[in-house]
């Protein structure tokens, strides 16, 4: 009987650690939402559109690992991570915005991005919480975003130092993209999170230098997935871009003939 007892326990430990665990990771969609647009963010480029990760992406996959250490006594790994939940837009480098959902970094929300590309040009797109816990999170990149993959930010304590960490696993959405990255656009990334971890260093109020690693995984290019340029959000912000003009002049006609 004891034997029984001890395998019921055991049973139900591991029943209530799963269900921990799955309240840490995103319910299954196939297409995702935006329910809510904050101020100034483009919904353009996100609702409707499926998760694409490094399987359904078109270049060379990569995996870029950035991290910052910091004095274990000037902050821990969890109120580290506590700390960039709540304040992740800030973190971002000028010219480019995290519109984060109502609830914060949850499992399962979706946020908004407005991005700056090499050239100035403006891109809209987003990202959704694929997991989220105490030690880490990770955000998934939909179709039409620059590249198909995931971004995990995670600390964690090595040797009396509080490691922040930024890892992304990640292709090249589509032939334009994979160009794009080829002439500059890996070292603007690159650029991009080293201004982020250096920004979060600097909130706790330590200069670190900023550690990169990249490492390519496959050479190879999909070509089956060429066909994922038609999801571009290069292409459909740029026209969204251009056809500015021409919104505005409807408003402006609209608000005459209400006016009328």
Sequence with gaps: MD???DRTVENTREKQVAARDATYW???????????????????????KRLAGP??????????????????????????IATWKQRFPDFWPEGNSFYAPLTGIEPGEVALLNMTLPGKMKLSTGVMVLYADEESFTLM?????????????????VDGQTVAQAQVLMRASDPIFELGLTLGGHRQEDRFWNQTLTAVADHFGEFAEVDTQVVCVDKRRQWSRWSNVWHSSAIRSTGYMMGAPVRALRGLTRRSRMAG
Excluded: C
Aim: glycine share 10%; aromatic share 8%; no cysteine.
């Design 3 to 5: 034997g029984m007892d």
């Design 55 to 80: 399987i359904q992406g078109f270049g060379k996959m990569w995996q870029k690992t950035y991290q910052v250490s910091l004095p274990r006594e000037r902050v821990s790994p969890m109120d580290l």
């Design 26 to 48: 995103a319910k299954a969609v196939s297409r995702l939402n935006v329910s809510n647009v904050p101020e100034g963010a483009i919904n353009l480029n996100v609702t409707g």
């Design 141 to 157: 990149t939909p179709q039409g975003h620059m590249f198909a993959g995931w971004i995990t930010f995670s600390a964690t304590e």
